[in-house]
Antibody, heavy 121, light 106 residues
Framework: QITLKESGPPLVRPTQTLTLTCTFS??????????VGWVRQPPGKALEWLAL???????RYSPSLRRRLTITKDTSKSQVVLTVTDMDPVDTATYFC?????????????WGQGTLVTVSS | DIQMTQSPSSLSASVGDRVTITCRAS??????LNWYQQKPGKAPNLLIY???SLQSGVPSRFSGSGSGTDFTLTISSLQPEDFATYYC????????FGHGTKVEIK
């Protein structure tokens, strides 16, 4: 059974760096054809894909946010970490991590519950 | 970047209605199109992947079609639990979501 859970601070100040951790179980991120991605959703708005890391450590980023994002993995801990620099109130959102696989055409078939991050001074 | 345009942005329908939601990509994405359902306060749930493949456990009243740039999600007979927001997502070149279609009770 695949599960994912996001963790991180509920409140960050403008200009600070946000660090989010996705802790997962039920799969290994060293398995060929597997990835973990991050998606966010501002209150009342649409989903926005942010980043994804593949089993082979290749990374993909949203072009509009690329300069502010870094995604890494710790396979031994079953964790994926996303950092977002220079946070702004417009970055207030629920941040989700999700499992993706080549087998399902790189859709996101398992999701964490999400963690709400508010950016405010 | 590939842009995804969903329509309509919202619709009102009754239980038992046939509902169709469309999604258009700004360039060809072959069949790399996925559909999700999201209910308030919950994570999205994968319904359809690769344009027309039904995810395990998803009721057969949901179906997807299309290829290239134009795609459709159909709910053959709307049920009370189907009132939610639906998103398309392309996975052809990185990932992009549509802006969502909210299905409300008429």
């Amino acid at each position: 059974q695949i599960t994912l859970k996001e963790s991180g601070p509920p409140l960050v100040r403008p200009t600070q760096t946000l660090t989010l951790t996705c802790t997962f179980s039920g799969f290994s991120l060293s398995t060929n054809g597997v990835g973990v991605g991050w998606v966010r959703q501002p209150p009342g708005k649409a989903l926005e894909w942010l980043a994804l890391i593949y089993w082979d450590d290749d990374q993909r980023y949203s072009p509009s946010l690329r300069r502010r994002l870094t995604i890494t993995k710790d396979t031994s801990k079953s964790q994926v970490v996303l950092t977002v620099t220079d946070m702004d109130p417009v970055d207030t959102a629920t941040y989700f991590c999700a499992h993706g696989s080549r087998h399902f055409d790189w859709s996101f078939d398992y999701w964490g519950q999400g963690t709400l991050v508010t950016v405010s001074s | 970047d590939i842009q995804m345009t969903q329509s309509p942005s919202s619709l009102s329908a009754s239980v038992g209605d046939r509902v169709t939601i469309t999604c258009r990509a700004s360039q060809s994405i072959n069949s790399d199109l996925n559909w999700y359902q999201q209910k308030p306060g919950k994570a999205p749930n994968l319904l359809i992947y690769a344009a027309s493949s039904l995810q395990s456990g998803v009721p057969s009243r949901f179906s997807g079609s299309g290829s290239g740039t134009d795609f459709t999600l159909t709910i053959s007979s709307l049920q009370p639990e189907d009132f939610a927001t639906y998103y398309c997502q392309q996975s052809f070149s990185t990932w992009t979501f549509g802006h969502g279609t909210k299905v409300e009770i008429k």
